[in-house]
């Protein structure tokens, strides 16, 4: 099957809007939108007990307080911790959410996705698998395609193999010689690369191998403009409205 075409916005919003609201919360995902984004970026990774939720670390200690590892944390237990109080007292009370919960939202605000699967060590087909049976069964049709992304090889094929019309993003912190036979071998349609680390060189080679190159995280503006100028096609941020204005300057 092939894969379905994917057309990224200059902007996506980082794990919602991470400057603004609790990172990868529905509160995130409301204000991205409400400052102007059109797509957001979040974390899927699974709960002890195998539900797919928001969430970046491997812990849960630094946005909710407790010193435990998710994957050994039920997603009752979960649902019970606060995941907003961390950021300002504004937000406290709001929850971590499942991933069909921010799918709801996303249907709701009109965003598209770039969705990245962040497994706990071990779990990176099993993630994959949650992930791509969410998206079958919930995903919008009124919105744009989501972007699958990962830093495992492991996951991004697992993807590939079950759902291979979703496109496929591979996350490479340094572009390294090797980047474009990794890619090829997870038949990824783009590189997301962190911004701060690209040598012009690497995008040219990027580019002209044929791939969407996306760049994170940029809250610099200078910066945001330079890698445009270099020929990266999207910008992750988490202040959208501060990028967006830059690069519309």
């Given at each position: 099957m092939p894969v379905a075409p994917l057309a990224l916005p200059r902007l996506i919003a980082h794990r919602g809007a991470a400057t603004y609201a609790p990172e990868n919360t529905l509160a995130s995902l409301h204000e991205a939108r409400r400052r102007g984004a059109t797509w957001v970026e979040f974390d899927v990774k699974l709960s002890g007990d195998g539900v797919p939720?928001?969430?970046?670390?491997?812990?849960?200690?630094?946005?909710?307080?407790?010193?435990?590892?998710?994957?050994?944390?039920?997603?009752?237990?979960?649902?019970?911790?606060?995941?907003?109080?961390?950021?300002?007292?504004?937000?406290?009370?709001?929850?971590?959410?499942?991933?069909?919960?921010?799918?709801?939202?996303?249907?709701?605000?009109?965003?598209?996705?770039?969705?990245?699967?962040?497994?706990?060590?071990?779990?990176?087909?099993?993630?994959?698998?949650?992930?791509?049976?969410?998206?079958?069964?919930?995903?919008?049709?009124?919105?744009?395609?989501?972007?699958?992304?990962?830093?495992?090889?492991?996951?991004?094929?697992?993807?590939?193999?079950?759902?291979?019309?979703?496109?496929?993003?591979?996350?490479?912190?340094?572009?390294?010689?090797?980047?474009?036979?990794?890619?090829?071998?997870?038949?990824?349609?783009?590189?997301?690369?962190?911004?701060?680390k690209l040598a012009a060189s690497r995008a040219a080679e990027v580019k002209a191998a044929g791939y969407l190159l996306s760049a994170y995280t940029i809250n610099d503006p200078p910066l945001a403009q330079a890698l445009l100028a270099m020929g990266v096609d999207c910008i992750i941020t988490d202040s959208p409205d501060l990028i967006d204005a830059a690069i519309r300057a």
């Open positions: 939720i928001l969430m970046h670390d491997e812990s849960l200690k630094r946005t909710t307080g407790l010193a435990r590892a998710v994957a050994q944390t039920s997603w009752a237990e979960i649902q019970q911790l606060d995941a907003g109080g961390w950021k300002r007292a504004a937000f406290a009370g709001e929850r971590v959410p499942s991933f069909e919960a921010a799918i709801a939202c996303l249907a709701e605000e009109g965003l598209g996705a770039n969705v990245e699967i962040k497994p706990c060590p071990g779990r990176e087909v099993e993630t994959a698998m949650a992930v791509v049976s969410v998206l079958r069964r919930q995903w919008p049709p009124e919105l744009p395609t989501p972007l699958l992304s990962s830093f495992k090889d492991k996951a991004l094929t697992a993807c590939r193999d079950a759902a291979p019309e979703l496109p496929r993003a591979l996350l490479i912190d340094a572009l390294a010689d090797r980047w474009q036979a990794r890619a090829e071998a997870v038949d990824a349609v783009g590189i997301n690369t962190n911004g701060k």
